[in-house]
């Protein structure tokens, strides 16, 4: 049975990347976690195996959070799943993090790229959450991932970045309307990060990684081990009373 302080947190898009390095610190932080993978159980497996490691435990569910239709059938399998094995189909977290890339100059994109993006980064975000409502147990928390570009504008992420945008925006209305639950919503913006996002456009293009080094007040780009612990953090009592909020994490980009 769950004990009374066990936290749970459901995090999407947690097989590889800033969602595997979130994983892992939710579970460093004494979380168990359930999460989602896109298309590789494989990764998802490894980081499920990661984190019965560290002691905590974890299950990975495939789902496309650009597709609301799958929503209730996930929420179904995670609510049986936690009754099975906690006694309780609640979970504490929602960490939304799942999420594609852009490079497309304003002029050039399409409206199918548009509302791909739209689908994973909005839309998606929007009812997953909202679909995740009535499982979440009363006093948890929401974390909303956005990005850098949803403050200072690069050449071709008008619409990755105008979505992240919009995410920032609910993300204070979900504060201030689940307050009663005593639910928080904040945001963690992370800069650019070197991982194989946007076919590893930060990662492995050596003139992109020195823009974004000499643009970064601490002279690098990101890793995914600079964020995680940021979302892991948010979910725990210490982060009680930030709500609200955008935490960007950056290394000082733009500033």
Known sequence: MKTDNQKIAVVTGGSRGLGRDMVINLAKKGLDVIFTYHSNKEKADEVVAEVQNIGQKAIAFQLDTSDISQFDGFFEKVGSHLKENTGSSNFDYLVNNAGTALYSPFAQTTEQQFDDIMNIHYKGVFFLTQKALPLMNDGGGIVNISSGLARFAMPGSSTYGSMKGAV?????????????????????????????????????????????????????????EDIGGVVAFLCTEDARWINGQRIEVSGGMNI
Do not use: C, W
């Not at 800069?191 to 293009?205: C, K, L, P, Q, S």
């Open 168 to 224: 920032e925006v609910l993300t204070k209305y979900l504060a201030k309307e689940l307050g009663g639950r005593q639910i928080k919503a904040n945001v963690v913006a992370p800069g650019a990060i070197e991982t194989d996002f946007g076919g590893g456009h930060v990662r492995d293009n050596k003139e992109t990684n020195q823009m974004v080094a000499n643009s970064t007040a601490l002279g690098r780009a990101g890793v995914p």
